[in-house]
Antibody, heavy 122, light 109 residues
């Protein structure tokens, strides 16, 4: 069965960096695009962008350029989200979410990780 | 890149039907059929309920249906059950990006 398992909660100080992992299993990792979605406390969902798991090419949504980096390690079927120069407003749950279309992108997400809470506080 | 507009809350009694609207523009909801809906229970990850405007993934009850007219998409839940109480988010492709709605809290009375 398809599973996306994310790394555990993180507590970071402002200015630090964090790397969230999303390990996929139950399907061919490089056949489906991976997206990242942010949910601030008590707020709605916000699309951060996606990464082509075949080419490794990332696309970032407006507001998620510069400090945010999507990457892959296809040898272990894992996608990563790295955030640098953390700010208090980065405090949120971060989800990875698989695009349901194989060998294509439709920006509709059929499987989600369990979420990783990143807390930024001094 | 404005969020799609959803009512903050809707409610209904068990067995009734409710409809949640999602209003965008011709650049997102009105321009593409990549409209999806997600259910999120507290503390849980979102779950895909509807994709391509009106298609249901395997395992989603047929009580859930989706539609679109112009720039507004809708999610209808018929035969409300207690477990349907959750937050619901619409989502649309918008040409170069993806936009979510602000979310609607469904209360089953």
């Amino acid at each position: 069965q398809v599973q996306l398992v994310q790394s555990g909660s993180e507590l970071k100080k402002p200015g630090a960096s964090v790397k969230v992992s999303c390990k996929a299993s139950g399907y061919t990792f490089t056949s489906y695009a991976m997206n990242w979605v942010r949910q601030a406390p008590g707020q709605g969902l916000e699309w951060m962008g996606w990464i082509n798991t075949n080419t490794g090419n990332p696309t970032y949504a407006q507001g998620f350029t510069g400090r945010f980096v999507f990457s892959l390690d296809t040898s272990v079927s894992t996608a990563y989200l790295q955030i640098s120069s953390l700010k208090a407003e980065d405090t949120a749950v971060y989800y990875c979410a698989r695009d349901w279309a194989a060998f294509g992108v439709v920006w509709e997400f059929d499987y989600w990780g369990q979420g990783t809470l990143v807390t930024v506080s001094s | 890149q404005s969020a799609l507009t959803q009512p903050r809350s809707v409610s209904g009694s068990p067995g009734q039907s409710v409809t949640i609207s999602c209003t965008g523009t011709s650049s997102d909801v009105g321009g593409y059929n990549y409209v999806s809906w997600y259910q999120q229970h507290p503390g849980k990850a979102p779950k895909l309920m509807i994709y391509d405007v009106s298609k249901r993934p395997s395992g989603v009850p047929d009580r859930f249906s989706g539609s679109k007219s112009g720039n507004t998409a809708s999610l209808t839940i018929s035969g409300l059950q207690a477990e349907d109480e959750a937050d619901y988010y619409c989502c649309s492709y918008a040409g170069s990006h993806v936009v979510f709605g602000g979310g609607t809290k469904l209360t089953v009375l």
